[in-house]
């Protein structure tokens, strides 16, 4: 039985000669062999490499325009005059970390009312009589 190579891992293309659709499998692009239709010379293209994609993030992006941008270019952005720079340690704005921390607060409260309740009762059941 003859594996056939995952899709990923071939390389389409034609030949120049005869122009019949051929598959190699990856590890053959940049190899010249026959045409198994024509018999003429044809080379495997060598794979593609995706090319890297280059990005500004937004922030820095809309400094850029409002510095050196003209008002059309600031209007396209919505306006833009100010901008608010969000910590970068987790990009939470201020008053979600604030809440986070009364709620964390709250609940650490409840569960030591809870400590001395359970602590209270145990040692009002277990206290010896007169």
């Known amino acids: 039985m003859v594996q ?3 899709e990923g891992n071939v390389l ?9 659709s051929l598959t190699v ?15 003429e010379s044809v080379t495997a293209p060598l794979p593609s490499v995706p090319k ?7 922030l820095q992006f809309i400094k850029e325009k409002v510095k050196t941008g003209s008002p059309d270019e600031i209007r396209d952005l919505g306006g833009v005059k100010e901008y608010r720079e969000i910590p970068p340690f987790n990009g939470f704005s201020e008053s979600s970390r604030e ?20 602590v209270l009762g145990a040692t009002y059941l277990l206290k010896p009589p007169f």
């Not at 809440?99 to 359970?118: N, Q, Y």
């Open 4 to 6: 056939q190579p995952e």
């Open 12 to 20: 389409h293309f034609t030949c120049h000669h005869c122009e019949i």
């Open 25 to 39: 499998e990856v590890s053959l692009g940049g190899v010249t062999g026959p045409c198994p239709s024509c018999g």
């Open 52 to 58: 890297p994609i280059a990005c500004v993030p937004r």
């Open 99 to 118: 809440r986070s921390e009364v709620t964390t607060v709250a609940k650490m409260l409840v569960i030591g009312l809870l400590v001395l309740l359970i």
